[in-house]
């Protein structure tokens, strides 16, 4: 079945440095979608990625999809204490349906 | 408030007993999800619906695992027989047709002691 992994598993950084999620798909998507979560709350939508190669900005962050529709990055510049939280990426495949979520990347942001 | 709810956000119950949980989701929303997440996990797919029809459901799912949405509005996810493997956090989330951004509910906690 649809594997989807992220690394790192954790990142610990000092307010003001960049951050970067990874995200592989073991088969090719239709679409990725990108979440994050606060600790103690659900996933929250951020954006969606359909076009091979796409490259979307949300402010100070940056989130590209690759050009196989296999992977995609989430960047964020110059991080604040309010971008703590995990991120998850989740995959739908070509046949539509279910999304498989990876097991997401944990931000920690000292001041 | 006419986002995802999920009833109830907490769930103690003794192995061996059965449990219901409910979801509400968006009101124009025609697909709705079931999602298992424990700590340090990505959410679980455990099953969806378009409108009453249920798409998909888990290889993962045993058959303890029940899920209904009757009038393709709320939904229900019933474990039978909990097991202490069951404790975690169980996701609702709600989308509009085929496009796949996903409105995720609160959740509900379940501890099986």
């Known amino acids: 079945g649809q594997q989807v992994m992220q690394i790192p598993q954790y990142q610990h950084v000092q307010e003001g440095e960049d951050f970067t999620t990874y995200c592989n798909s073991s088969?090719?998507?239709?679409?990725i979608q990108w979440y994050k979560q606060r600790p103690g709350g659900h996933p929250v939508f951020l954006i969606q990625l359909v076009k091979s190669g796409e490259v979307k900005k949300q402010k100070r962050l940056t989130f590209q999809f690759g050009e196989a529709k296999k992977n995609s990055s989430l960047h964020i510049t110059a991080t604040q204490t309010t971008d703590v939280g995990t991120y998850f990426c989740a995959g739908v495949g070509t046949n539509a349906g279910k999304s498989t979520f990876g097991d997401g990347t944990t931000l920690t942001v000292k001041p | 408030d006419t986002g995802v709810s999920q009833n109830p956000r907490h769930k103690i119950t003794k192995r061996g007993q059965n449990v219901t949980f409910r979801c509400d989701p968006i009101?124009?929303?025609?697909?709705l999800y079931w999602y298992r997440q424990t700590l340090g996990q990505g959410p679980e797919f455990l099953t969806y619906f378009q409108n009453e029809a249920q798409l998909e459901k888990s290889r993962l799912l045993s058959d303890r695992f029940s899920a209904e949405r009757p009038k393709g509005s709320f939904s229900t996810l019933e474990i039978q027989r909990t097991e202490q493997g069951d404790s975690a956090m169980y996701l609702c989330?709600?989308?509009?047709?085929?496009?796949?951004?996903?409105?995720f509910g609160p959740g509900t906690r379940l501890l099986v002691l």
């Open positions: 088969t090719t998507l239709s679409n």
């Open positions: 009101s124009e929303h025609n697909r």
């Open positions: 989330a709600s989308s509009w047709g085929t496009v796949e951004t996903q409105y």
